[in-house]
């Protein structure tokens, strides 16, 4: 594979992209992540296609989630050309997974940062994940019940924060740990539970009293954290 094509990054090896799907693989499979890594290092031309084809749906998913939307794909594209630059800063030991989701978390924020001024891109990203998180029950029964809990839901996330949906995405939607949660935002451990904490505590607010404004994070606003690069 040459990381460097980048309209064949995903589609090389048949990945499935769609939308819906939330797979990948489990904190159980960093052992043959491990492995495949031996090989691309070893100079294994193919092994990183397989490491592609093992993330890509995740990979492409966290995307959405962030606001990537239809440029979801191009994000991850990216991301997957900057890993394999990378790999020699990517400590060996250390779970693939979380290293590469931050990576597409970042590009996801870099394509905000090249949409506009900071409210439009943030309203437009999350008007691109809330579409995602709208599911038809199998059973028909439960359908609108479903469906008016799933609106409140989406409503209530709406009004937080960029900062506070984004823990939410990674440690609900995204199924994340704490610790992969703060390797993808690049926040510390202790941010996490502090964030994810404030943001609960929110919409557990907003589904008990709806009132349609917008929660202001303090935490969204520019702070002291240092950020590490990839």
Request: hydrophobic share 35%; glycine share 8%.
């Amino acid at each position: 594979m040459t990381p460097g094509r980048r309209r064949n990054v995903l589609t090389r090896g048949g990945v499935d992209t769609a939308a819906g799907r939330r797979d990948g693989p489990p904190i159980s499979a960093d052992r043959e992540d491990a492995e495949i890594l031996g090989r691309v290092r070893a100079g294994d031309r193919d092994a990183y296609a397989e490491l592609v084809r093992r993330h890509a749906p995740v990979a492409v998913r966290t995307a959405q989630l962030l606001g990537a939307g239809g440029d979801a794909e191009d994000v991850v594209q990216d991301a997957f050309v900057k890993a394999y630059a990378g790999l020699g800063r990517f400590r060996a030991g250390e779970p693939f997974r979380p290293w590469l989701l931050r990576i597409v978390a970042n590009e996801s924020r870099n394509l905000h940062r090249a949409a506009g001024r900071r409210a439009v891109r943030e309203r437009t990203a999350w008007e691109r994940t809330e579409r995602l998180m709208w599911g038809v029950p199998e059973d028909p029964a439960a359908a609108a019940l479903s469906r008016e809990r799933r609106e409140e839901l989406v409503h209530a996330l709406s009004l937080l924060s960029a900062t506070h949906r984004q823990v939410v995405t990674c440690r609900y939607l995204l199924d994340l740990d704490e610790e992969e949660t703060a390797t993808v935002l690049d926040w510390p451990k202790g941010t996490v539970k502090s964030r994810l904490h404030r943001a609960l505590r929110q919409l557990s607010e907003l589904l008990d009293h709806p009132t349609g404004d917008r929660i202001q994070d303090p935490a969204s606003t520019p702070t002291t954290e240092v950020r590490h690069e990839v």
